[in-house]
Every structure is written in C-alpha cells, then in structure tokens.
C-alpha cells in the first residue's frame, strides 16, 4: 500500500476466505459482519470493498442482504483491545438472535455503493434474518497490516449440529424471530470488588497442563455479559 496505515482490500478478502477455509465453512450461512470499521475516509471503502468482493457475491446470488456493522460508534477505537470489543458484540448478537442499530448511522460514504454490493448497515434493531445456524464474521486491523478474521456461532446451534449436549444461553423459540432481549441498566455505581490474597493463594499453579485439546463453549447469559 502507499503507506505503513493504509489497509489493502485485497489482503482482507483473501484473509477472509482463507478463514472460511481453514475451518470448512462456506459463506452462505454468514448473515452478520462485524466491520472494523474506523469511519476514515480511506479505511472504511476498502473494508467494504473486500467484504463486497467475497460476501456481496453470496448475497447477491440468494437475493438477500449481508448486514455489516460496528460497534466503535458506540465505545469508540479500543486500540488493542478493539477487535475483542468487536467479538463480544457479536456473541451477544448470535446468542440473542438479535442484531443491534449501527448508532448514528445517516448517510453512507459515496464511495459505498451498499444496494449494488447488497450490503446493509441495520438502522434499527433487527432480528436475525433466518432460522438455523447464527454465524457471525468479525473484522480486526491493527498498525502496519496485521489482520484479523474470526467466524462465530451461536452456541446452541454449533452443539447440536455435533450431536454435543451443554448448557448454553443462546435464545431459543419455537416463534421465529424471538423475542427482543430486555434492555439492561448497568449502574457503574457500585464498585466491583478485588479478590483477596486468599482467592488468589488457593490457586493450584502447580498443576501440570492438560495435554488433550478441549472445546470450550461460549454462551453470554444477559446483555451485561
């Protein structure tokens, strides 16, 4: 690129397929993009540039909508940190099969032909757009071109596709779309309390490590998660 911050588009989509790749997935199934989503003039284009080039084609072909959004409107850039803000957003979404407003959102860039590439930023909330599977993509940059790509499922629907029981959160119903989560006020006012040396001193480090691979399952119980 012409400069040490300026993203490539092509680099982004060819990390995009490659993900979808290494883990077996095709696109088709993928009804939610959490965007990177600076809001710069040069970023943002190429961002949905790259998302239109590999998720716009899908779309286009079924006829439906790719929704893409992000949440640095309403947390602002996390820096380092940004892309699991990114992560978190998205869980709450699949779980909740919900997927939240874009705040702020008025007028796009110019340079976003959203209806020609089939993209659409959700202006208000809205239900996830088909039954089955929630899967989810999430967009990550950071300086100097490390990028980052995470494919996401809703944890009920990634057991049961598996045959694999566990507890999960994920909303359920026998009603399509479900209903919308309860709004949640996080009062900030009590502070959260340190653990004590004690919590800490019970700890057993000198366990040895586990040798086997295991799956952990991931499942946000309310918004305050």
Not at 155 to 183: C, D, E, F, M
Request: charged share 15%.
């Amino acid at each position: 690129t012409p400069g040490i911050t300026l993203p490539n588009a092509q680099a982004q989509a060819a990390l995009i397929l490659s993900t979808y790749k290494a883990a077996g997935l095709d696109l088709t199934d993928t009804r939610y993009f959490e965007a990177h989503g600076t809001g710069t003039a040069a970023g943002d284009p190429l961002e949905m540039e790259a998302i239109s080039s590999t998720f716009g084609i899908i779309s286009k072909e079924l006829d439906r909508p790719l929704y893409v959004g992000t949440v640095k409107p309403n947390i602002g850039h996390l820096e380092g940190c940004a892309g699991l803000a990114g992560v978190l957003k998205a869980i709450l979404s699949i779980e909740a099969g919900w997927i939240p407003p874009n705040l702020n959102f008025e007028t796009p860039n110019p340079k976003l032909p959203l209806k020609e590439w089939n993209l659409k930023v959700p202006t208000e909330p809205t239900p996830w757009p088909q039954g089955g599977v929630r899967r989810a993509s999430v967009n990550s940059f950071g300086y100097g071109g490390t990028n980052a790509h995470v494919i996401l499922d809703d944890a009920w629907h990634y057991l049961q596709l598996r045959g694999v029981k566990g507890n999960t959160n994920t909303a359920i119903t026998s009603s399509w779309p479900p209903s919308p989560p309860a709004s949640v006020d996080i009062s900030l006012s009590t502070p959260i309390a340190s653990p004590s040396p004690s919590d800490i001193s019970d700890f057993d480090f000198s366990r040895s490590p586990v040798s086997h691979q295991r799956m952990f399952t991931f499942s946000a119980p309310d918004q305050v998660a």
